[in-house]
């Protein structure tokens, strides 16, 4: 069965810290990872990754893939009060998105 | 733009009842998804459509559920009988292309809590 493994499973910093949130997967027939936040409700999307070792970035936020050894990091630099969410990793193979449990972060001011 | 909506956001009800989710995707998107997130878990996969045909319910959980996307337009998922177990969130998210290729769109889902 698809396994994504999200850690930690909570975080809290303060403002201007860095942090790193870490997904690992066991899919077969691997095809994207992607990483939603979501704040209240609706999920939004932030990144998808498909090839290894390329690092994608959005303002204070990036990501990046390793495929060897099937895992990803997401990456928030200078943490906002407004980064506070739950940050989801899902990892596309056939037609559906294997989600982790999420990792809940809490940025205090 | 309008965004994926679902109907109702929270419904309370029986054990035993019946309960139908609405989603209404982005017009003219073809795959409409439907996702469960039950209590510490993590968001599943219940179905896929591509317009009107279900391309793949391998994670709806029994025959109890039901769900329909006539015309390919919006979807409904119908719960009957609902049991304790149901209860949870209920995303449906909808995309131009399937999900390992691109970002699926998501609505913010539908409560259901079954007493």
């Known amino acids: 069965e698809d396994k994504v493994v999200q850690s930690p499973l909570s975080l809290v910093v303060h403002e201007g810290d860095t942090v790193t949130l870490n997904c690992s997967y066991e899919?077969?027939?691997?095809?994207?990872l992607l990483w939603y936040k979501q704040e209240k409700k609706a999920p939004t999307f932030l990144f998808m990754l498909?090839?290894?070792?390329i690092e994608k970035k959005s303002g204070r936020l990036s990501s990046i893939l390793d495929k060897k050894e099937l895992f990803s990091i997401l990456n928030i630099t200078a943490t906002q009060t407004g980064d506070s969410a739950v940050y989801l990793c899902?990892?596309?193979?056939?037609?559906?998105?294997?989600f982790g449990g999420g990792t809940r972060l809490m940025v205090k001011p | 733009e309008a965004g994926v909506t679902q109907f109702p956001s929270h419904s309370v009800i029986e054990k035993g009842q019946t309960v139908t989710l609405r989603c209404d995707p982005i017009?003219?998107?073809?795959?409409l998804y439907w996702y469960r997130r039950v209590m510490g878990k993590e968001i599943k996969f219940l179905l896929h459509f591509v317009k009107e045909s279900k391309q793949d319910e391998s994670g709806m959980p029994n025959n109890r559920f039901l769900a329909e996307r006539t015309g390919g337009t919006y979807s409904t998922l119908k719960v009957q009988p609902a049991e304790l177990e149901d209860s949870g969130v209920y995303f449906c998210a909808s995309s131009p292309w399937t999900a390992n290729t691109g970002e699926l769109f998501f609505g913010e889902g539908s409560r259901l809590t079954v007493l």
């Open positions: 498909t090839s290894s070792g």
């Open positions: 017009s003219g998107h073809d795959n």
């Open positions: 899902a990892v596309g193979a056939g037609n559906m998105l294997t």
């Open positions: 899919v077969t027939n691997f095809r994207s």
